[in-house]
């Protein structure tokens, strides 16, 4: 049901995918689709959030390749038609819907959040970064990397149409790593 609710949102777009195309793409009744999903939205969502469950978080033991090897494959997941309509649709939906934002949240990026999560630990447990204070700054930190490097990654590949490419991978990392001073420095 989700690979056909991803086909048909490819094929019509949001505003003219309905239950009825999902359940005939299927080969189920609608009211199979109804019993799980009460809306074209919630529906949507969790065909989306599975594709996003295939993002690994590389175990290269160097934290930058590990960020890098994240960011190519979350450039290659929004290339993908599927992924990138679904995504785009959701986002403008959302923006005039309260619940559907707080589903995107809760199916997409707190499952996601899971990647910078872990990411972390290994790198502290390397030595590579700091341990954190107290578990409420870490949060706070755990929810900024993921705002700055979804935003990113989402807004080169799907607003300004820009391949996530190795290079802009590496740019990317090693600014978010070494902070702008440092990025900048490095340039002169």
Known sequence: MLEATRAALVELGWSKLTMSDV??????????????????????????????????LPDSDCLMADVEGVV??????????????ALMALVAESTR???????????????????VLRGRERAQDRGELPRDQDARSA???????????????????????????????????ALLLGGLVAMTASQQ
């Open 97 to 115: 819907d309260e619940a559907l934002r707080r589903r995107i949240r809760t199916s997409i990026v707190e499952r996601q959040k899971r990647l």
């Open 72 to 85: 190519l494959q979350f450039g290659e997941l929004l290339e993908r038609p599927e992924t990138k309509t």
């Open 139 to 173: 949060a706070r930190t755990v929810d900024l990397i993921f705002d700055v490097l979804a935003g990113a990654v989402v807004h080169r590949a799907l607003v300004s149409g820009e391949p996530v490419d190795e290079d802009w991978a590496h740019a990317f990392t």
């Open 23 to 56: 359940a005939n793409r299927a080969g189920v009744a609608k009211t199979t689709l109804y019993r799980r999903w009460p809306s074209k939205s919630e529906l949507v969502v969790d065909a989306v959030a599975v594709l996003f469950d295939e993002l690994v």
